[in-house]
């Protein structure tokens, strides 16, 4: 495929209107004609200039920068380190989020980015380096987190129990935080019977059934549609506003206009 | 030539008082900010800022041929732009002097 028929491609993939997108890519291509460029020259590679337009599109130019009161510092990495054996995962990681902030990480596969959460989680251990963390933290694995052979209501149960709630209001917090994702849980269905979006949504649920002060989701939007990927980063920004912490891992560019901080990892080296 | 995460700010309002002053094109609008010592200015960086102006309104565009090579697309100042420009000068103003006094040396200040 020629440049242009990538970029159209990959701007229709990222839910850009088949008429725009054609308008876009001829606007590009003029664009390129115009500074006597070649636009691989100009824009670089056609899914990265894609994915930036449409973060760019999508930001108003008259918007005022957005000064939040910066609660609390809820998480903060100093000089974090992580070897696998003697490769150096990454190093001199430091990252600080506050109430009311959403930091996002990103960088390409394998540059450790669900290893970093993990360490920001408190399950893995890092090398080097200082972690600091609130008590109260939901972590949402990518996959995994849910025993296939149990109901959500029994998922709500458990995960309530282990924070001290009890299940009644457990149950009842699960289904009204299941809500805002647009699910209703079958009462017999057990999980193994969800889909994969679906069963993401049980786990972002759970990551946050105990109300906790700070939110690590790990790309946690695989399999949705694009109508729940909105819900979700609606449900993002208002735990923001809500004055939690949350942290994303992420491969999605587009998602990066409305973050306080982008934590690079593939910048790192 | 500014640092670029001040130019990310500023760009937008760069391009505006630019077509205020007149109707220009891409490469011309690049050429205007490096030539006033502003930025040299990625071409990933302006279009997708230009194609923002003309998706929100601000500036409209046309096309015009050019005496060599290819069309060229023309943006104009829309009264919409007009009032961005002066609302975002005001801002640009203040934020200006307000840097100012933090930056002038102490004995200067009093």
């Given at each position: 495929?020629?440049?242009?028929?990538?970029?159209?491609?990959?701007?229709?993939?990222?839910?850009?209107?088949?008429?725009?997108?054609?308008?876009?890519?001829?606007?590009?291509?003029?664009?390129?004609?115009?500074?006597?460029?070649?636009?691989?020259?100009?824009?670089?590679?056609?899914?990265?200039?894609?994915?930036?337009?449409?973060?760019?599109?999508?930001?108003?130019?008259?918007?005022?920068?957005?000064?939040?009161?910066?609660?609390?510092?809820?998480?903060?990495?100093?000089?974090?380190?992580?070897?696998?054996?003697?490769r150096t995962v990454f190093d001199n990681v430091d990252l600080t989020v506050?109430?009311?902030?959403?930091?996002?990480?990103?960088?390409?596969?394998?540059?450790?980015?669900?290893?970093?959460?993990?360490?920001?989680?408190?399950?893995?251990?890092?090398?080097?380096?200082?972690?600091?963390?609130?008590?109260?933290?939901?972590?949402?694995?990518?996959?995994?987190?849910?025993?296939?052979?149990?109901?959500?209501?029994?998922?709500?149960?458990?995960?309530?129990?282990?924070?001290?709630?009890?299940?009644?209001?457990?149950?009842?917090?699960?289904?009204?935080?299941?809500?805002?994702?647009?699910?209703?849980?079958?009462?017999?269905?057990?999980?193994?019977?969800?889909?994969?979006?679906?069963?993401?949504?049980?786990?972002?649920?759970?990551?946050?059934?105990?109300?906790?002060?700070?939110?690590?989701?790990?790309?946690?939007?695989?399999?949705?549609?694009?109508?729940?990927?909105?819900?979700?980063?609606?449900?993002?920004?208002?735990?923001?506003?809500?004055?939690?912490?949350?942290?994303?891992?992420?491969?999605?560019?587009?998602?990066?206009?409305?973050?306080?901080?982008?934590?690079?990892?593939?910048?790192?080296? | 030539?500014?640092?670029?995460?001040?130019?990310?700010?500023?760009?937008?309002?760069?391009?505006?008082?630019m077509l205020r002053e007149r109707a220009d094109y891409g490469y011309g609008l690049a050429q205007r900010l490096a030539a006033a010592g502003?930025?040299?200015?990625?071409?990933?960086?302006?279009?997708?800022?230009?194609?923002?102006?003309?998706?929100?309104?601000?500036?409209?565009?046309?096309?015009?041929?050019?005496?060599?090579?290819?069309?060229?697309?023309?943006?104009?100042?829309?009264?919409?732009?007009?009032?961005?420009?002066?609302?975002?000068?005001?801002?640009?103003?203040?934020?200006?002097?307000?840097?100012?006094?933090?930056?002038?040396?102490?004995?200067?200040?009093?």
């Amino acid at each position: 495929m020629s440049w242009p028929e990538r970029f159209l491609a990959e701007l229709v993939r990222l839910g850009v209107q088949q008429a725009r997108a054609r308008r876009l890519t001829e606007d590009t291509a003029a664009q390129a004609a115009e500074q006597a460029c070649d636009p691989g020259g100009l824009f670089g590679p056609p899914h990265l200039y894609a994915r930036h337009l449409v973060a760019e599109l999508a930001a108003p130019v008259a918007a005022p920068p957005r000064f939040t009161q910066a609660g609390p510092v809820l998480l903060n990495l100093t000089g974090v380190g992580k070897r696998y054996r003697r490769r150096t995962v990454f190093d001199n990681v430091d990252l600080t989020v506050r109430g009311g902030e959403v930091a996002a990480v990103v960088g390409a596969n394998g540059c450790g980015k669900s290893t970093l959460l993990r360490i920001c989680a408190g399950l893995t251990r890092p090398d080097a380096g200082q972690v600091r963390r609130t008590r109260r933290v939901g972590y949402v694995p990518q996959d995994g987190g849910t025993a296939g052979w149990l109901t959500a209501d029994e998922h709500f149960t458990l995960f309530g129990a282990a924070a001290g709630v009890v299940p009644r209001r457990a149950r009842s917090t699960g289904a009204h935080l299941a809500a805002r994702l647009a699910w209703r849980p079958e009462p017999a269905q057990r999980a193994q019977q969800l889909s994969g979006g679906t069963r993401q949504k049980l786990n972002l649920v759970l990551g946050e059934l105990h109300a906790p002060d700070l939110l690590l989701l790990d790309e946690p939007y695989q399999g949705f549609d694009q109508g729940t990927y909105v819900d979700f980063w609606r449900q993002v920004h208002s735990w923001r506003d809500a004055g939690r912490a949350v942290v994303v891992v992420t491969h999605l560019l587009h998602d990066l206009s409305t973050v306080d901080h982008v934590l690079d990892l593939g910048e790192q080296r | 030539m500014m640092p670029k995460p001040w130019l990310h700010g500023f760009l937008d309002l760069c391009l505006l008082a630019m077509l205020r002053e007149r109707a220009d094109y891409g490469y011309g609008l690049a050429q205007r900010l490096a030539a006033a010592g502003v930025a040299d200015v990625p071409g990933g960086t302006l279009y997708p800022a230009l194609l923002r102006l003309e998706e929100q309104g601000l500036a409209v565009p046309s096309w015009a041929p050019s005496e060599s090579g290819p069309r060229r697309k023309y943006y104009e100042i829309t009264p919409a732009g007009l009032s961005v420009l002066a609302e975002q000068s005001a801002q640009w103003a203040r934020f200006r002097s307000g840097v100012d006094i933090l930056l002038a040396p102490v004995g200067e200040a009093q």
